[in-house]
């Protein structure tokens, strides 16, 4: 399958996502297991806690928002799930589950097989989505 990821701390389910807007990141909060517009929350899986103070996970999150921007999104090299892995490696130090971003991993393999329209940044509208919490800026 196809799948969408996110981790989920203290309520919130931070996540990736592209747009066109150069230096803007693409990373963003959503309510936990109700996840971004469009896309249909099906279950968690835990991965352990973590042992960081929340200051300690608001600078990974920084961090991690000045290199996950929104223009560098790419569906089989640079997606939703390939965030999710980072955030976890520095939260807990593992990994997602490599089941995850199998789908993209595939399409990697075989890119003429993949629409090209599939595979940048979505547009980005305007203004702040209801869904979302806070945006990370730069």
């Not at 230096?23 to 968690?44: D, Q």
């Not at 920084?62 to 490696?89: M, Q």
Request: with cysteine.
């Amino acid at each position: 399958g196809i799948y969408h990821s996110g981790v989920e701390i203290h309520g919130h389910e931070y996540c990736f996502g592209g747009h066109d807007y150069q230096n803007i990141t693409g990373v963003f909060a959503v309510e936990a297991k109700v996840g971004p517009p469009g896309l249909l929350y099906k279950t968690s899986i835990h991965v352990g806690y973590t042992t960081l103070s929340e200051e300690a996970v608001e600078q990974t999150l920084k961090e991690l928002s000045k290199d996950f921007v929104g223009p560098s999104y790419n569906l089989l090299t640079r997606n939703c799930n390939h965030f999710t892995d980072a955030l976890i490696r520095r939260l807990v130090n593992t990994s997602a589950p490599r089941w995850i971003n199998r789908a993209a991993k595939l399409g990697a393999m075989i890119p003429c097989m993949i629409p090209t329209e599939w595979v940048g940044p979505p547009e980005l509208k305007p203004g702040k989505n209801r869904y979302q919490k806070e945006i990370y800026s730069l």
